[in-house]
C-alpha cells in the first residue's frame, strides 16, 4: 500500500508549523483525492534538500 503524506505530516517531517507550511510553495501533490494533497515521502525530501536556506535571499 501506498502511504501518502498529509499537510501536518509535511510540516511535522520539515521540522515546521502548520501554519507556516501554509506559506511555502510546496511540490505539486503526488496524490489529490477531492480537494486534499498527498505527498509521497521521497517527494517532499528531495525536495527539501534542494530548498534554500535561511538567509539565502540572493
Known amino acids: 500500500m ?4 498529509s ?3 509535511v510540516a511535522a517531517r520539515i521540522g ?3 501554519g507556516a507550511l501554509m506559506h511555502y510553495k510546496l511540490p505539486e501533490p503526488d496524490a489529490l ?3 486534499t494533497r498527498g505527498w509521497l515521502p521521497e517527494t517532499i525530501d528531495a525536495w ?3 530548498r534554500p536556506g535561511r538567509g539565502n535571499w540572493r
Open 16 to 18: 515546521v508549523s502548520l
Open 7 to 9: 499537510s501536518g505530516e
Open 33 to 35: 483525492i477531492g480537494r
Open 48 to 50: 527539501n534538500a534542494s
Open 2 to 5: 501506498i502511504r501518502y503524506l
